[in-house]
């Protein structure tokens, strides 16, 4: 939510308080499709990694989640119509993005999910925009090249769940960048 927020004000700028308040609820409502699909599918990964998730903690279960998460699909097309062509855009962009991600499996390679990741960002604050205030593209772009070139610093703490689902992720894939994030019981080389 911050991230994407920053990203939006900062692109926009934001051009009234009302704006700002519709583009955070329009992000928040986003953001929930997007960890419903994730957790929908990552149960497994979850357990491991975060097993007081609604899933793994069996306070909900697979269809009840997938359920939601195509609820959740309905209520952000129907959100960004109010919005215009470039908000449903937006949203369709990151429904499609959230399906490679989560049921085609591009999160299982370094580059499918550096793929979807950007693709998933950028229609977070395209749409965030939209809604905020003016838009420049090239900002835009920088903003994606950011995302590109740091994302992978949030698989540092799932190592073992992505290894136990046969993920690769940088790493898994280059152990010598997992010296910040290594388990504290675990002794340095």
């Known amino acids: 939510m911050l991230p994407i927020t920053v990203f939006a004000c900062a ?3 934001v051009q009234s308080i009302p704006n700002l308040v519709q583009g955070l609820l329009w992000i928040w409502l986003h953001l929930l499709l997007c960890n419903v699909s994730n957790q929908a599918r990552s149960g497994a990964e979850d357990a491991i990694n975060r097993p007081w998730r609604p899933l793994p903690s069996g306070r909900l279960t697979v269809p009840q989640a997938i359920g ?3 609820s959740m699909v309905c209520l952000c097309m129907l959100w960004s ?3 215009g062509t470039e908000a449903l855009f937006a949203t369709a962009t990151l429904i499609t993005t959230t399906i490679l991600y989560d049921e085609l499996g591009m999160s299982k390679t370094p580059f499918g999910k550096n793929v979807c990741n950007i693709g998933g960002y950028t229609s977070f604050e395209f749409g965030a925009v939209k809604i905020m205030g003016k ?7 920088w903003n994606g090249a ?13 190592v073992q769940g992505d290894a136990a689902l046969g993920r690769v992720t940088l ?6 960048c997992y010296v ?3 388990p504290i019981d675990q002794p340095s080389d």
Do not use: N
């Open 146 to 158: 950011v995302i590109f070139t740091t994302i992978q610093a949030q698989d540092f703490p799932d």
């Open 171 to 176: 790493p898994i894939y280059a152990p010598e």
């Open 135 to 141: 838009l420049f593209h090239v900002v835009l772009c």
């Open 81 to 83: 119509t109010a919005y």
């Open 68 to 70: 939601l998460r195509w």
């Open 11 to 13: 692109t926009g700028p």
């Open 180 to 182: 910040c994030a290594r």
